[in-house]
């Protein structure tokens, strides 16, 4: 029997998170509404309901092993926050690239409200940026 190898399954989640982000931009961007937002703001909107969607699903706790990421995404206005929130943001946005948007937002939502809106926000930087790298936006 065949073993599964966590590693691709993770990257497959994340490959259909983009996919699906993708997609929902295209039509995001063909509404009037959205036509005069950017294309981050577009990113932000798209990600909003996968982020909003664990506020009203069951908080129980779930474990956060992840490394932190080199680079900073965080946001400006976490700049002068303790280093443990910065570090619990970082970790949550390199866990997205191993186990998916929406098992990491529910991780950020047993966080607290200011972690998950940090969160959100440094995760549309984040994404936007592979978006646009892989020419989707």
Partial sequence: MAELNPQK??????????????KEIIEKRNLLEHKELSE?????QALRPLVRQVLTQSTTPAAQSTAPVGES????????SPAEIKLQVEKLVDSVFHQGIEKTAKQARQAGAF????????LTDKLYEELKKRKLI
């Fill in 9 to 22: 399954f993770e990257q497959s989640a994340l490959e259909a998170d983009i996919e699906r982000l993708s």
């Fill in 40 to 44: 981050r703001e577009l990113v932000k």
């Fill in 73 to 80: 995404i965080l946001p400006d206005y976490l700049k002068d």
């Fill in 115 to 122: 972690i998950l809106d940090a969160f959100h926000d440094a």
